[in-house]
């Protein structure tokens, strides 16, 4: 970590789509410097081990999707976010399960891309609407019990992509809608495998005093 | 299904009318030679205990045969065996120049009691009939001079006796089979036909949908082509693109899809899409099954605020196990007529700005 600037490395076998994360990155407020980037996990770990947070894509040409070096990547303590053309619910709760900080698909734009790089550069996870998605609609048997009021905040998130809608709709102002999401989140890091990620995501939680230490 | 009902009711009396024929075979002509000559049976309390096994085994066979019911194999695979073991002392105690003739009351009775027992069980009935004649065979061979003659003779008897009854009980269980797959076609003939039904009244609802369809277009039409309406009046334009999605929506819904309500909403997205509108569509959750008509009540508030859109609309589909959830974001700060109420869907619009969000969402009930 280099100072105040944010850093990223970007994994995607698209050099179309490296060019184009790193620009979107770089042109953010405050912007976040690309140090590195390829078409292999290996860049990661080489050129841009010292990078605050790793965009991941999950196909990276082979036929599988890239959950194997994900899984290292967060046990290594590393930020990563996921950044798929895979819309599907199960693979992104999957991402959440081994440690990804965030999960978005191609879809979404660089509005969400930069901001969910910029909380995971800070250790916090990001729920775009995709995966808010993927969170209202789980129907696993270990998913955490979410209050009715999170319920809905994933939905309408979910539903309008505005977190100013949500707050008109439900009455309640932007901050809360972001302590909705990033609680629904520590819940669900919560569950499944540990990863130092989402240890690190519940200690903050508990320091920001976002929830308490009864609450676990 | 009924087919199958008429086969277990067709079986059962096939069943009551072998328990009946042995039962009057045991009480007449068994019962006539072995109480008519008793004093030559030796030892006459075990050619009547024989007896009395052979007349339990039918009364317990009875209890499940009347019922319409066949025996249980935890019952009819012992009974064999004890029916078995009931002819081998019966035939002990017959004297043994009456072997194959008809005072040899337990041969054939036996073969009858193991059809009662077995009769939907082909191993079980065949593997009976080889005992049965194995230990007949024995016993005769023991007790008949070895000679040609006798040996041909008792061969014949043999054959002749469990012959017939191995025939009746192959007969039945091909004449059960020829059943069942009568049934089975009988069955799959009912169900093409009601196919066939199905397919005829969807194609009527589909005629008279379109019919409705085209009826609410055609006065667009007629006004755009005698320049009663101005096609550059938002208006116009709004009603052709509702008109349009509309019908787009009605040819989708005939197509044969894993995921009807995604390829329809898909539908609606693609005619908004060839409007210029840059449409995102979001799914989370897996296929639930949701009739037509809600599909089409789920559709038509996405219709709506689509057409209404003018650069931007994400639409998005949230299914739970409990609900189902159609939304659509559009920028079209008016919100285009009120939302239809119906009991199953309930549809809510809300406007923010120059942005409107429409709801549809249905309680999935089943």
Known sequence: ?216 | MSEQALLGRVLAAIRIVLLGVTAVLQASMSAAYLFGNRSFYEPRWLAETAFAALALVLVVAAGWILRGRRVPPGVALPAAGVVLIASATATATTPGEWYLHARHWAFGLTGWHLLVLLLERTRPVLAAFAGHAAIGTTQFLLVVPLNRVSLGETAIAIVSVLGFQIAVGLIVQMVMRRLRAMAATVTERDRAATRAALAEQWELDQRFRAAEQFGSVLPLLAGLADGALDPRADDVRHQCALAAARLRLLFAENDDVPDPLVHEVAAAVDIAERRGVAVSFAVSGDVVPVPTAVRRMLAEPVLTALSAARTRARVSLLRTAEEVRLAVIADSAVTTGSPSRSPDVEVTSDTLGDRTRMEARWQVTS
């Open chain 1, 1 to 216: 970590m280099a100072g105040d600037e944010l850093t990223a490395v970007v994994v995607d076998d698209h050099p179309a789509v490296r060019a184009g994360v790193a620009h979107w990155l770089a042109s953010g407020d405050p912007p976040i410097r690309t140090i590195a980037e390829g078409d292999d996990v290996r860049v990661a770990w080489l050129d841009g081990a010292d990078a605050d947070v790793v965009i991941l894509d999950l196909h990276l040409g082979g036929a599988t999707p890239a959950l194997g070096d994900l899984r290292r990547l967060a046990g290594g303590g590393r930020r990563v976010v996921v950044y798929s053309m895979r819309a599907d619910d199960d693979i992104a709760l999957q991402c959440l399960e081994l440690g990804a900080l965030s999960y978005l698909t191609k879809a979404e734009g660089a509005q969400y891309l930069v901001e969910a790089a910029r909380a995971a550069a800070g250790g916090r996870p990001y729920t775009p609407p995709s995966l808010a998605g993927a969170l209202a609609a789980d129907r696993s048997t270990n998913r955490p019990a979410l209050s009715a009021r999170e319920t809905e905040v994933l939905v309408e998130w979910f539903q309008s992509e505005s977190k100013d809608f949500v707050a008109h709709r439900l009455g309640i102002s932007q901050n809360t809608v972001n302590s909705h999401l990033e609680r629904i989140r520590v819940k669900y890091a919560q569950i499944g495998r540990e990863a130092p990620t989402k240890a690190a995501l519940v200690a903050r939680a508990i320091q920001d005093g976002l929830i308490s230490v009864d609450d676990l």
